[in-house]
């Protein structure tokens, strides 16, 4: 596999593009930017003349944003899924130990290499498929040096991939074992030594916090907000997934990016959201396979006007899923998001709970060259298939990644 700086530039005029709304259009690339989109018969002459890629027709979108993930771990968890199989529910095999520490245990024994090659190979498949910018949290460390090394992993995935990477710091994740019945204390270290010190380092983009019954409360989320609002960081929060914890009003009062999940969010909780401009990122994939039957207030959301993003939530426990592709499919089938809703959420509404909207999420000139050319007639297609992959083309960062026009 080439490099990411050996991949072929992607300068020069792209035709033969048909946009999601069922116009032709053309896009010029130069230097790596988008430097003009227009209708093919208006090319200006200055991009007229360099080299062309020919899209015979392609729909043409935005690359995909994949805004909520946990890509970097140890091991797996196939064995609790056989045990939720057979009756057991996510929260009794988090109080029994298992669940996210049993992550903990295996990412902690993990050399940052192991990591590093493992959350790789997880990378590829999303990229396959026209993810352009993605997520990823720490929380599997729970120690300064394992969250560090999590982190560390994260922006060299950045840098090995030529793939825009928000890394968000999670360390309440979960109570360490160490810390059984003292989690005042773990709070204490969070906010005091962990953030500051991975902060310094240049490591974290955003802080979030699991917020929930088997997690933190409300009192422990709000300080670990407080530590991130002194260092000027963005908060973001795993919010009212198994219960409804008041979080989402919690986060709207630090300006969250997104509250993510919120399956038992409240009416109060999106009057909130929809006043502090937060984005609502719908996981499907931990819905589906948490076998959940609760579903998030989609339609209350809507009214409100609450931007509505999709993710692939990618874990080991709750969602191990590859396809953004496949979450945009289970959006619209679980949820009932329209398909362009759905599309947004894989684009616009992605950037905007990562707080990338003035750069990725839509073609606009200026902009790095971040799009997809897919071979199917209408945008529906990209919601109505699932397990197959019809991305012709990935333009990553100016350049021709995955395929060919
Ligand atoms: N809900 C909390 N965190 C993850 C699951 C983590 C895990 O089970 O390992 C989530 O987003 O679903
Ligand atoms: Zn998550």
């Not at 407080?226 to 198994?242: C, D, N, T």
């Not at 990209?382 to 019809?390: C, E, V």
Request: net charge negative; aromatic share 6%; with cysteine.
């Amino acid at each position: 596999m080439p490099a990411f700086d050996e991949l072929p530039l992607a300068d020069g005029l792209w035709t033969g593009l048909r946009s999601p709304e069922g116009t032709a259009c053309a896009i010029a690339v130069d230097q790596g930017r988008i430097a003009w989109i227009g209708a093919p018969d208006g090319v200006p002459p200055a991009h007229a003349n360099g080299p062309r890629h020919d899209g015979q027709g392609a729909l043409v979108t935005p690359g995909l944003v994949d805004c909520h993930t946990h890509l970097v771990y140890g091991g797996h968890r196939a064995n609790e899924f056989a045990l939720r199989l057979a009756g057991a529910s996510y929260e009794e095999l988090a109080r029994a130990g298992g669940g996210i520490l049993s992550t903990v245990r295996a990412t902690r024994e993990a050399s940052e290499e192991a990591l590093f090659d493992s959350a790789s190979a997880r990378l590829r498949s999303l990229l396959a498929e026209g993810v352009c910018a993605i997520e990823v949290k720490s929380g599997y460390g729970l120690a300064l040096a394992h969250e560090r090394k999590q982190l560390r992993v994260a922006r060299r995935l950045a840098q090995a991939h030529g793939v825009t990477v928000r890394s968000t710091f999670l360390g309440a994740h979960a109570l360490p074992p160490e810390y059984a019945g003292r989690s005042r204390d773990y709070i204490d270290l969070v906010c005091r030594e962990m953030l500051p010190a991975l902060h310094a380092e240049g490591l974290v983009d955003a802080v979030d916090v699991f917020c929930e019954r088997i997690a933190f409360s409300l009192e422990e989320t709000e300080r670990v907000f407080q530590a991130a609002q002194a260092l000027g960081l963005p908060v973001k929060l795993h919010a009212e997934q198994l219960s409804d914890m008041g979080g989402a009003q919690l986060a709207a009062r630090f300006h969250a990016l997104s509250c993510d999940h919120i399956e038992h969010l409240s009416p109060a909780g999106i009057a909130a959201m929809a006043r502090a401009g937060t984005v609502a990122v719908l996981l499907p994939g931990a819905y589906y396979t948490l076998r959940d039957t609760h579903l998030p207030p989609i339609e209350g959301l809507r009214a409100a006007g609450v931007p509505l993003a999709v993710a692939t939530d990618h874990n080991p426990g709750s969602s191990p899923a590859l396809s953004l592709l496949l979450m945009v499919n289970m959006a619209c089938t679980l949820f009932r998001l329209t398909v362009p809703e759905a599309i947004a959420g894989v684009t616009t509404h992605a950037a905007c709970a990562l707080g990338l909207q003035d750069s990725h999420g839509k073609l606009a000139v200026g902009r790095a060259a971040n799009f997809v050319l897919w071979n199917v007639q209408e945008p529906a297609e990209l919601a109505y298939w699932f397990g197959q992959r019809p991305v012709r083309c990935v333009v990553r960062q100016g350049r021709i990644a995955e395929g060919s026009p």
